[in-house]
């Protein structure tokens, strides 16, 4: 029996989301909200999956391992996991029983990215246990395959952010790139809107969307990834004046691609009447996160700002640790 504890941190977008899915890039940073994958190995001559994910209601869940392998569709809370366990037989045919119990330490609903942190801590615990060479990026590699076999999409950037840590620029042109970006600290936190929204369905929202509009969409999803790109040198000279008001201009972007909900807003306009440098929708949009560029000293007037629509600010530092052995 041989067995390992990893932890991957939760994402949040900084700017890029939706667009980056077009071939384009997205700053990404690690949440300091952590997930953890535990995977027990047994030799068998009929393995196994089992699956203890108690936070999303999976207790003794059990498959035979080529049945999972064999899979062409993946359902159910144990979806992210089948499908890490059946791309990386695929790598590595597994003659071991797997035990895999996880456990999240911040709640899912909060779009913080808990698939891409199960995907990351699931086949990282994998390479520890059957292929240590492995590096982060044929991890990522194989994750991105994972995560398109389950919901057939997917830009990576989001993986990328748990498997690396830290703040990336990353892009999602082949060869992919990820690029930390070399700062001490990110003046921002997130504030939870009270929805929770489903990534997939906005993503494909939004791409419906552009295939009916492309003469007015494709020129907002190139201003968004000009923004990327000057968020990008704002952030590296520390600029956050500049990265501010890049922020802002994104949210109206994304407002525009119809992902905004009032909810989100009324965070957002609260944290700029707080004289937030900047403040926009993180993610898929329709609900989850909102992040807040915050100028000194302003922490008090924006906590108590939002207390009185019963919201607060995340207690999650950012710009944390990738994927690690715990
Ligand atoms: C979702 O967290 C971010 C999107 O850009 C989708 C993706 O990058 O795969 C909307």
């Given at each position: 029996?041989?067995?390992?504890?990893?932890?991957?941190?939760?994402?949040?977008?900084?700017?890029?989301?939706?667009?980056?899915?077009?071939?384009?890039?997205?700053?990404?940073?690690?949440?300091?909200?952590?997930?953890?994958?535990?995977?027990?190995?047994?030799?068998?001559?009929?393995?196994?999956?089992?699956?203890?994910?108690?936070?999303?209601?999976?207790?003794?869940?059990?498959?035979?391992?080529?049945?999972?392998?064999?899979?062409?569709?993946?359902?159910?809370?144990?979806?992210?996991?089948?499908?890490?366990?059946?791309?990386?037989?695929?790598?590595?045919?597994?003659?071991?029983?797997?035990?895999?119990?996880?456990?999240?330490?911040?709640?899912?609903?909060?779009?913080?990215?808990?698939?891409?942190?199960?995907?990351?801590?699931?086949?990282?615990?994998?390479?520890?246990?059957?292929?240590?060479?492995?590096?982060?990026?044929?991890?990522?590699?194989?994750?991105?395959?994972?995560?398109?076999?389950?919901?057939?999409?997917?830009?990576?950037?989001?993986?990328?952010?748990?498997?690396?840590?830290?703040?990336?620029?990353?892009?999602?042109?082949?060869?992919?790139?990820?690029?930390?970006?070399?700062?001490?600290?990110?003046?921002?936190?997130?504030?939870?809107?009270?929805?929770?929204a489903g990534t997939v369905s906005y993503v494909q929202q939004v791409r419906v969307l552009r295939d009916t509009y492309p003469q007015?969409?494709?020129?907002?999803?190139?201003?968004?990834?000009?923004?990327?790109?000057?968020?990008?040198?704002?952030?590296?000279?520390?600029?956050?004046?500049?990265?501010?008001?890049?922020?802002?201009?994104?949210?109206?972007?994304?407002?525009?691609?119809?992902?905004?909900?009032?909810?989100?807003?009324?965070?957002?306009?609260?944290?700029?009447?707080?004289?937030?440098?900047?403040?926009?929708?993180?993610?898929?949009?329709?609900?989850?996160?909102?992040?807040?560029?915050?100028?000194?000293?302003?922490?008090?007037?924006?906590?108590?700002?939002?207390?009185?629509?019963?919201?607060?600010?995340?207690?999650?530092?950012?710009?944390?640790?990738?994927?690690?052995?715990?």
């Amino acid at each position: 029996m041989v067995a390992v504890t990893v932890s991957a941190p939760a994402k949040l977008f900084i700017l890029g989301e939706h667009a980056v899915v077009y071939d384009g890039q997205a700053i990404v940073t690690a949440v300091d909200a952590r997930l953890s994958v535990t995977i027990r190995a047994e030799q068998a001559d009929r393995p196994q999956l089992s699956i203890d994910a108690l936070d999303v209601g999976l207790q003794n869940w059990q498959r035979d391992i080529t049945t999972v392998a064999q899979q062409g569709q993946f359902e159910g809370e144990s979806r992210f996991i089948e499908s890490c366990v059946a791309r990386f037989h695929q790598f590595h045919p597994l003659d071991h029983s797997l035990y895999i119990r996880t456990q999240s330490h911040f709640a899912r609903d909060l779009g913080l990215g808990s698939s891409s942190a199960t995907v990351a801590a699931t086949l990282f615990a994998l390479a520890q246990l059957f292929a240590p060479n492995l590096s982060l990026a044929d991890i990522f590699d194989m994750g991105l395959d994972a995560i398109r076999a389950v919901q057939k999409l997917g830009s990576g950037a989001d993986l990328a952010a748990a498997l690396y840590g830290g703040t990336l620029y990353y892009i999602n042109r082949e060869p992919r790139h990820v690029y930390p970006l070399e700062i001490d600290e990110l003046p921002m936190v997130a504030v939870y809107s009270g929805q929770k929204a489903g990534t997939v369905s906005y993503v494909q929202q939004v791409r419906v969307l552009r295939d009916t509009y492309p003469q007015v969409i494709d020129p907002i999803i190139q201003s968004m990834l000009e923004i990327v790109d000057s968020g990008r040198q704002a952030i590296q000279g520390q600029n956050w004046q500049a990265l501010g008001t890049l922020m802002n201009v994104q949210h109206g972007l994304l407002h525009a691609l119809g992902v905004d909900t009032a909810a989100l807003s009324e965070v957002i306009f609260l944290a700029r009447q707080a004289q937030a440098l900047g403040a926009k929708l993180s993610g898929a949009g329709g609900g989850d996160c909102a992040i807040v560029l915050h100028a000194s000293g302003m922490e008090k007037r924006l906590r108590a700002a939002l207390h009185k629509i019963g919201r607060d600010i995340l207690p999650y530092g950012l710009h944390a640790d990738g994927v690690r052995i715990d």
